[in-house]
Each structure stands twice: as C-alpha cells, then as structure tokens.
C-alpha cells in the first residue's frame, strides 16, 4: 500500500488488443488465489514486456490459476505457502533474465492499459530517476487512490508509488537488494521506495498514466452530510498497516519528515474511519491499536497473520 495521490478516471480494465514495441522490461506479478483475470493481465503485460515472472503465493495444497499459463515467456515461482507480498517480490526479482533493463511489478488483478509501461519507461532516461509509477485508481469506480492531487504537477517526485503499475530501474536493486520482508504485506512499497530516495533515486509519478487497481471492499458512508469513501479490511490488514506504518514514521520521520507527517495524518484518518464505521470494530480497532504498539517496539505478533500463512522475519536492510 501506499499514499499516491489522485488522478483522471481511467480506461477499461480489459487487455489491450494490439501488440506494442517490446521493452527490456520484465514484469514481476505476484499472485495468491488468483482467479481467470490473471492469464489477462500476463496477457497485457507480455505486449510491452520480454517476460513475466509470476510469484505465486497459493498453498501448495490449492490449485491455482498459475498452473494454466503457457507460454516460453512466462516464469511461474511457486514456493507452495504463502510467504507474503514482501518474499513473492523478492522470489521475482532474483528470477530476473541478465538482460533484464527495468522490472514492471504487478499485481493479480492490475490489467495494463496499453500506453502505460511506454509512457512510464520515458522517464528513465532522465538517469536521476529510478522509480516511476502512474495514478492508481479503482477499478470497479475509477475513483482515485488519494485526496489533494491538485497540489501536485502531472509528474512529481513523490515519497513512494504503489507496487502495482510501479517501474523499477534495474541498478536500484544494487542499492537496495530486497523488498522487506518482516512487513509481511502492507507498506512494502513504501519501505522500499524511502530506502531509494535515501540512497539519492528520484521516486516520481505521472499523474497522466492511469493504471485501474482494485483496492477491497470500497463503500460510501453518510456522516454530517458529507460521504466517506471507507475500504474495509479485515482484522489482520489493519494489524499490519498499524505496525508497518508507525515503524516507517519511527525510522524515517526524522529523516524525511515530511513523510512522517503525511503518513501520521494518513494512519489517523485510518483509524478514525474504522472506529466509526466499521461494523466490526470491536475487532478491527484493537487489531490497530496492536499493530502500533508492536510497531513502537518493532516486534511482530503472528497471530494477526492470516490463515495458512508462514513470516519469515527478515528485515534485508
């Protein structure tokens, strides 16, 4: 997850038709139970991309969808557990070909439209950057990921971009190695983003380019006569989110404190939606308030881990 800011509505989430000038670009998808969408998204990727690497989280004890790509180009990783976003981009990313340029990273449900990895990829010639991402919006609503997006230019640097839709030049990973995996699922992103910006990378993002995105159970509330948009979750997200975020704002807020800010404000607003509306808070706010007190202390409790899974408690610094 992550804090990207609002853009235009954008278009159908169905694959492209035409083939486009293939890139030296990989793409890394993870995947977990994933369902018939995924042999379109590797579709659409495979128009721009030289290959897909799918990190399939499902147990080895389910089927998955994984199992019917075929094609020379598609890679398929599956560990059989479920290891969590941060170890699938991590078993993507070291299955990466030699001449491998730049990784695409996608998830499961995230169609590319057919001008977003060239439009993306333009910005890498500027060399001072070495993360771009396009504007995330809902899939189902084309409403748009954050607030406040007219106080940014269409392309801004930015703390970080959300995973999916997200280019990575492949030099970054000499700076920093690893996606983090003691974060489990959520703030992976942004993590890795922070990191780079502190290692110089410019992170920037093209408000121009839309990438479609489902973000959960979107629902509009009714309060004082204004409508909130609320994404519910279940207890164990909101664990992770609590403690990956105030960990970030703990180690990066003085170094970057803008971030610190903006993302107090963010885990707040978090907070108070769940405390008001939702149905199950008896749960899902003491799951929360958990989560920020392990994250003060940057301890773990696994049993906000969902069913099946297994952490491997690594922090790959």
């Not at 730049?102 to 910005?123: C, K, M, N, R, Y």
């Not at 919006?137 to 230019?153: C, F, N, P, R, T």
């Not at 403690?243 to 107090?264: S, V």
């Not at 994250?295 to 690594?314: C, F, S, V």
Request: proline share 7%.
């Amino acid at each position: 997850m992550t804090m990207a800011d609002p853009g235009p509505a954008g278009p159908p989430a169905t694959a492209p038709a035409a083939a486009t000038t293939i890139l030296p670009i990989a793409a890394v998808l993870t995947a977990y139970h994933p369902d018939e969408r995924l042999a379109a998204v590797v579709e659409a990727a495979l128009l721009t991309c030289a290959a897909v690497i799918v990190a399939d989280n499902t147990p080895a004890d389910a089927s998955s969808m994984a199992e019917k790509l075929d094609d020379p180009r598609v890679t398929v990783l599956r560990s059989g557990r479920n290891l969590g976003v941060a170890a699938a981009l991590n078993l993507g990313v070291a299955a990466l070909p030699d001449d491998t340029a730049a990784v695409l990273f996608l998830d499961q449900d995230s169609i590319l439209p057919p001008e977003l990895v060239h439009g993306l990829i333009t910005h890498l010639d500027d060399p001072s950057i070495g993360v771009v991402g396009p504007a995330a919006v809902e899939a189902g609503s084309g409403s748009a990921y954050e607030s406040l997006a007219g106080l940014h230019k269409e392309v801004s640097n930015r703390y970080a971009v959300i995973t999916s839709g997200m280019i990575v030049r492949r030099s970054c990973f000499d700076l920093v190695p690893a996606f983090r995996e003691d974060f489990f699922v959520d703030y992976v992103d942004v993590d890795f983003c922070l990191r780079l910006r502190r290692a110089g990378v410019r992170v920037v993002r093209d408000k121009s380019l839309v990438l479609p995105h489902s973000i959960g159970d979107g629902r509009e509330h009714k309060v004082l006569g204004l409508t909130v948009r609320v994404t519910h979750y279940p207890a164990w997200r909101h664990y992770w989110t609590a403690r990956n975020g105030m960990i970030l704002i703990r180690e990066q807020g003085l170094r970057q404190p803008g971030f610190g800010l903006t993302n107090a404000l963010f885990m707040g607003r978090w907070l108070v939606n769940t405390a008001l509306f939702e149905p199950k808070r008896r749960t899902h706010v003491p799951a929360f308030v958990r989560g920020l007190l392990n994250g003060l202390t940057n301890r773990a409790n696994l049993e906000y881990l969902p069913g099946g899974a297994e952490y491997r408690a690594k922090t790959n610094l």
